[in-house]
């Protein structure tokens, strides 16, 4: 056996998906790090002062995950999907309920510049883009996955290719071809 080799994340998923407890009590100080590095990256967008801080996006996404019992993990890109649906989940729903609040004003704003490749304004609405990705669900479900995985989990094509169990270059079409959906969608609404 290895002394000091990082344990595998895919088989700490797999066992806590059977139950394991001790699993979970392991991969949880492996994902933190990942998980914070994530919601740093999606908060550096959001206004000062917002209610919500990388350390308690991360900590309300674990609350969620630890709840979830008899999970079929499959490798550690899923994992970072779901993680980044719900963290999408608690940004939007927190957007939402803001721009209730100010009955439509002040809606909390969202920079897809920081992905690479993205080809969209610098400051979009969440609710806007959340609205985009429902729509470009019905129309081309993967792409919204890609869409999804890349920007709110942070997971490069290869990751969300893994995740998805497509090949690289199918991610790679898919990501160019929401891009420009989502860029003609976003700029239709601003207008």
């Known amino acids: ?16 998906g059977h139950g394991d407890q001790g699993a979970l ?21 959001e206004r000062r002062g917002h209610i919500l801080q990388p350390t308690a996006l991360v900590n309300e996404v674990y609350v969620r995950l630890v709840d979830w019992h008899n999970v ?31 009955r439509g004003g002040d809606a909390l704003q ?3 510049a920081d992905v690479p490749d993205v080809a969209v304004p610098r400051t979009q609405d969440l609710v806007a883009l959340d609205d985009a990705l429902k729509t470009l669900h019905t129309l081309d479900p993967r ?15 290869e990751e969300a290719a893994e995740a998805l169990k497509v090949s690289v270059g199918t991610v790679r079409r898919d990501w160019s071809l929401a891009q420009a959906w989502l860029f003609r969608e976003l700029s239709r609404g601003r207008q």
Not at 35 to 42: E, K, N, S
Not at 85 to 99: C, E, K, N, P
């Open 72 to 102: 079929k993990w499959q490798n550690r890109a899923h994992f970072f999907g779901v993680a980044a649906r719900i963290m999408r989940r608690i940004l939007v729903d927190a957007a939402r309920a803001r721009g209730r609040a100010k």
């Open 25 to 45: 009590d392991a991969l949880a100080p492996l994902v933190q790090q990942e998980l914070h590095r994530v919601a740093a990256r999606q908060m550096a967008a």
């Open 143 to 157: 792409q919204s996955e890609v869409v999804e995985l890349r920007f709110f989990g942070g997971l490069s094509l």
């Open 1 to 16: 056996m290895k002394t000091g080799a990082p344990p595998n994340i895919t088989r700490l998923l797999i066992a806590w």
């Open 110 to 112: 969202v920079s897809l």
